[in-house]
């Protein structure tokens, strides 16, 4: 018998709408399948094989996260098909700061009403997350909540598993004072610090199509720019560099974030002048009249990833970086100190 309930309908819920968005959703995930996945999207449970050549002692390496506020741009926008790199990359992110290798993701979508093109739209950008992190998408949910979210609203968030061998886990207790932070360009504001964004710039429709010439585009445009997502010039830094740490610059900044790499007794010194601060930041700054360290409390300001290597290895990091098509600079050193963060 053909699974289907009008009574639950009536209720908000529609089932075949259900089974519509996986049947739209599949020629994205169809891209993200690689060697190691063994089942397909509908089961219970995703299935997934690891490839264990060159990995002696294999350590799982999870991590999970969502899109938060930024996803009120994306409603406004009414674009949904890079919200879920954002995702991908929050998490994919984070794990390769430990020398992982994401090996698969799972998504969970809940909205208030499905709607079939609408889910797909956003499966596809998880799916692109995935392709760029070179990770299969193996399963997922989308959860219909009527009266729980609005009808045109939704929640994005995922997880994703990697692989480390456990002798090549990253030391940041290798750090020494000397060493050189190296940073990694992000693409913007990320998926941090958007609750303070709204406010600086009341968001409405009209204020998100208003066009920056310093951003070159409208602050929609610019604020709904996906995360970058750093494995391909991770995994390329690490096959010809000895990394000591990496930082995530994600939620909190710098002073929250590269604290989480060091020792007690070192502090990352980085010189004001080094930062690239992209535009968009200083506008965020100027708009809402926010002091520079909140702002280096909140956001990235244009550093997605720190990098620390001996100072001998710096030149040879960045170039790494740099072919994978990432832009890389020097941004500091560690110096014998326990404040954890010094901007000078």
């Known amino acids: 018998m053909k699974s289907y309930s009008d009574s639950y309908k009536k209720a908000g819920v529609d089932v075949t709408a259900g089974y519509k968005a ?57 674009k949904h098909n890079t919200v879920g790199i954002d995702c991908v990359a929050m998490c994919v992110n984070d794990i390769i700061c430990c020398g992982a290798k994401p090996q698969f993701f799972l998504d969970y979508i809940a909205v208030g009403k499905n709607y079939p093109e609408k889910i797909a739209d956003i499966v596809s950008g998880v799916a692109e997350g995935c392709v760029q992190s070179g990770c299969a998408l193996i399963g997922g949910e989308t959860a219909e909540m009527p009266g729980f979210y609005p009808v045109d609203e939704y929640d994005l968030a995922g997880f994703s598993v990697g692989v480390v061998d456990k002798d090549k886990i990253l030391q940041p207790d290798t750090q020494k004072a000397g060493d050189i932070l190296i940073a990694i360009k992000s693409s913007g504001v990320h998926s941090n610090g958007f609750s303070l964004v709204r406010n600086v710039f009341t968001v409405n429709e009209q204020n998100l199509a208003r066009h920056f010439s310093d951003l070159g585009t ?104 740099n072919e994978t098509g990432e832009e890389a600079y020097v941004l500091g050193e560690l110096v014998e100190s326990d404040e954890g963060v010094i901007i000078c």
Do not use: W
């Open 22 to 78: 996986v049947e739209l959703m599949k020629k994205h995930i169809a891209k993200t399948m690689t060697s190691g996945v063994l089942s397909g999207i509908g089961g219970f449970g995703g299935l997934f094989e690891l490839d264990m050549t060159g990995i002696s002692k294999p350590v799982l390496v999870s991590g999970t996260d969502g899109v938060g506020t930024k996803l009120k741009i994306a409603f406004l926008m009414d």
């Open 218 to 321: 409208t602050l929609g445009e610019c604020l709904l720019t996906p995360t970058k997502i750093y494995v391909r010039a991770i995994m390329n830094l690490l096959d010809k560099v000895k990394v000591k740490s990496i930082s995530h610059i994600t939620g909190g900044g710098f002073y929250e974030n590269i604290p989480r790499s060091l020792p007690k007794n070192l502090a990352a010194k980085i010189e004001r002048d080094a930062v690239q601060v992209l535009p968009i930041f200083e506008l965020i700054a100027r708009t809402g009249n926010i002091p520079e360290h909140d702002m280096f409390n909140t956001f990235n300001m244009g550093v997605g990833m720190i990098v620390s290597v001996d100072k001998n290895d710096a030149d040879k990091a960045i170039a790494a970086i």
